[in-house]
C-alpha cells in the first residue's frame, strides 16, 4: 500500500511519520516536495539551500518515486506530505494511485507553533487551503479519503491508531505508539530546524489544553482557515473517531 499522509506545517505529522515508520512493513519517507516546492517558490526557509540540495527538486521525478516500488522491499510506503508543497502546475492525478489520508489540527494551534520559527505568515503557508482541495480531488477520484484529527490522536494515541489501522485495512502495531529519543533514519536534512520536540520524544504528547491566545494579526488567517477545517474536522470525526 502506498499511503499519502497529507498535513500542514506543525501538525503532529513527524509523530506520526515516525509511529508508522516503527512498523516493520513500511518504509517513510519524509516530505518528498520540500526541495521542490523552495525551488519554485523561492521562499526563504532555515537551511533553504540544504533542503533543495539534498531533495529532489524536478516535481515530475518526485511522483515517478511516489508511484513506483516501496523502498527496501516493504510492504507499506507511507509518504508525508505538506500540503503547501503543492504548487500550482504540479500534476496531481497520481492521487489516484495511492491511499489518502488527511491529518488536520485546529488553524490557531498551528499558527502558534508556526509563528514561533517564521513570524510573518499567509494562509498558503499553512496549508489549509491546499488540504481541503486535495481533499475534494481525492474524493473527485472515487475514493472516500481518511480524515484524522491530532487532537483526537493526542487524546487517546492507542485508539486513535486502532482506528486508523482499520480504515486503512492494517493490523494495529503497538510498536507504532513510542520510539527512541534522537534524530531518526527518515528525517529530512532539515530535522535540527524543525523537529526539535519529536526528537526530545519517545511517543505521541498528551492531550491538548486550550486553545492558545494569539496576537490580533493572525486573526484573519485563523478565520479564513477555520472555513477549511470545520468541514474536515466533521467528516474525521464521523469516519475515524466514533
Request: with cysteine.
Amino acid at each position: 500500500m502506498h499511503i499519502a499522509m497529507w498535513s500542514g506545517p506543525r501538525n503532529l505529522s513527524t509523530a506520526m511519520m515516525y509511529s508508522f515508520a516503527q512498523r516493520s512493513d513500511c518504509f517513510a519517507w519524509d516530505e518528498p516536495y520540500y526541495s521542490a516546492y523552495l525551488t519554485r517558490t523561492g521562499i526563504t526557509h532555515p537551511m533553504g539551500d540544504q533542503v533543495i540540495a539534498a531533495g529532489e527538486p524536478d516535481p515530475d521525478k518526485v511522483i515517478a518515486r511516489l508511484r513506483g516500488p516501496v523502498p527496501d522491499s516493504k510492504a507499506h510506503f507511507y509518504q508525508k506530505h505538506m500540503t503547501q508543497h503543492m504548487l500550482p502546475g504540479i500534476d496531481r492525478d497520481w492521487l489516484r494511485d495511492v491511499t489518502n489520508v488527511f491529518l488536520i489540527r485546529h488553524p490557531a494551534r498551528v499558527v502558534a507553533s508556526f509563528s514561533a520559527k517564521l513570524e510573518d505568515l499567509t494562509l498558503d503557508e499553512i496549508g489549509f487551503r491546499q488540504q481541503f482541495e486535495l481533499y475534494e480531488l481525492a474524493k473527485s477520484f472515487g475514493q472516500t479519503p481518511i480524515v484524522i484529527d491530532s487532537h483526537d490522536i493526542r487524546e487517546d494515541p492507542e485508539a486513535a491508531l486502532r482506528k486508523l489501522c482499520a480504515a486503512l485495512g492494517l493490523d494495529f502495531d503497538p510498536a507504532m505508539l513510542s520510539w527512541s529519543k534522537g534524530g531518526r533514519p527518515e528525517d529530512g536534512v532539515w530535522a535540527p530546524v524543525w523537529y526539535g520536540a519529536v526528537h526530545d520524544s519517545t511517543g505521541f504528547a498528551g492531550a491538548e489544553g486550550p486553545l492558545p491566545a494569539l496576537p490580533a494579526k493572525y486573526a484573519g488567517i485563523v478565520e479564513e482557515a477555520m472555513t477549511y477545517y470545520e468541514p474536515m474536522r466533521a467528516v474525521a470525526h464521523e469516519y475515524v473517531i466514533t
